[in-house]
């Protein structure tokens, strides 16, 4: 028999912390307390406002989310620098650039903050220690309870999340580095949920109806058959492996790889005549992000994620090109 109620779920919570860390009563399992958090993302009304910080960066955006007879609708505005804004309705996301009036159609990200996964979980709790602190904080005012998702190898970063106490909105996120720095943070600063949300605020502030539009239908690749060998780190998955077009003539494969929370794009493009004497290895680093470059044959892998260098670097000089035997 499920207990329900904030009175229940105090007491199981009392009863479970006084013999090991726990999760609230209505999740089983902590990949299904994740998996509660990325559905309060998908099938809940919120409106807010929320701070992204990566390094010295700092970008401040609103958005509105709405679920109604029509299915789902969000609008996302970003409120510092130049004027941008994305639209969703539904699997089709329109991206407003006013500077240029340019809108780019394509599809939603499913990790967009208050989301947070990306594919499967059943192999979460192999790569990493989830579990519940005790007692509660408050973040944009609201009550929350706050998630530690540690890596129980080196290979990937940790997280701390901070979940609404009732409606499992995602509040918080950090990415944690290997000294317990937080190196990324996105954290709600203003929220309203359900009744309270104004849906006047899911209407443009741009008229955008004779604006270029232009729609980005990635084509699917497989790059085994092209002859490219990837050592994927453990616990990680191809969900996504594609064209994509660059400037007029040449194009990039994209590669996505991810355990569920963390992901590694992979993209691969033809060396050109002017980069022959480049390096062949190269890095940077940008808050949480790190990117390392590693010529193979007569093309460039670059393997970018919020993940430590030292596994991207892993994939990318482990990766071989073996050329295709042509067929007559």
Known sequence: MRLTGRRSHRVMLAVCWAITPCLPAYADTPAQLLMQIQNAAESTDYSG?????????MITSRVTHVVDGEGVKERLEVLDGDAQEYLRNNNVVESLIPARKIVIVDKPRKDRFPALLLGPIESLEKYYDIRTQDGSTRVAGRPCDMIEVHPRVQDRYGYRFCADEKSR??????????????????????????????????????????????????????????GWRIRYPAGFVPIMSIVRPKGTKENVKQLILTDGLSSISVFIQKVKDSEKTFNNQGDAKVGSMNVFRQRIDDYWLTA???????????????????????KQ
């Open 49 to 57: 406002t929320f701070l992204y910080q990566q390094g010295n960066v």
């Open 169 to 226: 909105l995602l509040l918080k996120s950090q990415t944690v580095n290997e000294q317990g720095t937080v190196i990324e943070q996105v954290t709600f600063t203003g929220l309203s949920v359900g009744s309270k949300v104004d849906t006047a605020n899911l209407k443009s502030a741009f008229d955008y109806t004779q604006w270029k539009r232009i729609e980005h239908q990635p084509v699917a690749v497989d790059l085994t058959q092209e």
């Open 304 to 326: 970018i994620g919020a993940i430590p260098l030292t596994t991207l670097k892993d994939l990318a000089v482990s990766t071989k090109f073996i050329q295709p035997v042509s």
